[in-house]
């Protein structure tokens, strides 16, 4: 599985804390490993159609992502939960 990040997402992930960045390091891990792993709580957001997924970094961040094919996967953002808001 190839995976492409969004310059919004690279943006993004340079902001946050580096205790952040440690927790998204390792959720990219078994991302890549299983994108539907249990500790991830990977799902379809609303509205279904538009295709945009995410999966948790902890409790509060999130990673915004979008099939683009069978192989490939566009990480749109991170952020915490109000980044749902954004993509609407």
Same mark, same amino acid.
């Given at each position: 599985?190839?995976?492409v990040e969004?310059?919004k !997402?690279?943006? &993004?992930? /340079?902001?946050l804390?580096?205790?952040? %960045?440690?927790?998204t390091?390792k959720q =990219?891990?078994?991302?890549?490993q299983?994108? !539907?792993h249990? &500790?991830? /709580?990977?799902?379809?957001?609303?509205? %279904?159609?538009k295709n945009?997924?995410? =999966?948790?970094?902890d409790k509060?961040?999130?990673?915004?992502f979008?099939?683009?094919?069978?192989?490939k996967i566009?990480?749109l953002?991170?952020?915490?939960?109000n980044?749902?808001?954004?993509?609407?």
């Amino acid at each position: 599985m190839k995976i492409v990040e969004s310059h919004k !997402f690279r943006k &993004s992930f /340079n902001s946050l804390d580096i205790s952040v %960045k440690r927790k998204t390091q390792k959720q =990219f891990n078994l991302f890549l490993q299983n994108v !539907f792993h249990p &500790s991830l /709580n990977t799902e379809k957001l609303e509205p %279904k159609n538009k295709n945009i997924w995410s =999966f948790r970094i902890d409790k509060n961040f999130r990673v915004i992502f979008t099939f683009t094919d069978k192989e490939k996967i566009y990480i749109l953002d991170i952020g915490p939960h109000n980044i749902y808001k954004k993509i609407k």
